[in-house]
């Protein structure tokens, strides 16, 4: 599915300055729905936590050369 990919833009936000465009009002409402979901708070990651997996990620990637 695709809210895997949405929770993340956080990272994308952090790492490459990526925002979501405000005339994509039916993206954010789509978003802002699947947040109130109960299958979605039990089992989403906070923007930190992707950060950090990101951080850890790159860092691997540094290190393999």
């Known amino acids: 599915q695709y809210v895997?990919?949405?929770?993340?833009?956080g990272t994308y936000r952090e790492f490459g300055g990526a925002e979501w465009p405000d005339d994509c009002r039916r993206l954010h409402r789509w978003f802002g729905t699947m947040q109130t979901r109960a299958s979605f708070q039990a089992t989403a990651k906070?923007?930190?936590?992707?950060?950090?997996?990101?951080r850890q990620l790159l860092a691997r990637w540094a290190a393999a050369g």
């Open 4 to 9: 895997p990919f949405f929770e993340r833009f």
């Open 46 to 54: 906070p923007t930190e936590y992707h950060i950090e997996m990101r």
